[in-house]
Nanobody, 126 residues
Framework: QVQLVESGGGLVQVGGSLRLSCAAS????????MGWFRQAPGKEREIVAA????????YYVDSVKGRFTISRDNGKNTVYLQTNDLKPEDTATYYC???????????????????WGQGTQVTVSS
């Protein structure tokens, strides 16, 4: 069973950047497909980006394409989300998620993930 801990959130001005990290422990990181989700107050948790276990395949929701980049370092058991050109609508709690995968594909549906971190808050001020 894998444990996930997010970090890197904070308060940033419009147009700024943050690099979110998710450190995994307790499992074989290279066998997990990973995802970043976010949840704003009063809204459903939504996919932001996903990455296959090798890192060769990635997915982005349309609203972040060209601004966010998901990556992973299997040697460090960590997945990252580089967020650039942040907008007020990006304000949310960002969650890291994991699931076992044997096909090297990504998953973008919340129910497909088994393990979740506690989240890190991103606030974009205008």
């Amino acid at each position: 069973q894998v444990q996930l801990v997010e970090s890197g959130g904070g308060l940033v001005q419009v147009g700024g950047s943050l690099r979110l990290s998710c450190a995994a422990s307790g499992g074989t990181f290279g066998t997990y497909a990973m995802g970043w989700f976010r949840q704003a107050p009063g809204k459903e948790r939504e996919i932001v980006a996903a990455i296959s276990r090798s890192g060769s395949r990635t997915y982005y929701v349309d609203s972040v394409k060209g601004r966010f980049t998901i990556s992973r370092d299997n040697g460090k058991n960590t997945v990252y989300l580089q967020t650039n050109d942040l907008k007020p609508e990006d304000t949310a709690t960002y969650y890291c998620a994991a699931r076992i995968d044997y096909s090297d594909i990504y998953y973008y549906i919340k129910a497909q993930y088994n393990y979740w971190g506690q989240g890190t808050q991103v606030t974009v001020s205008s």
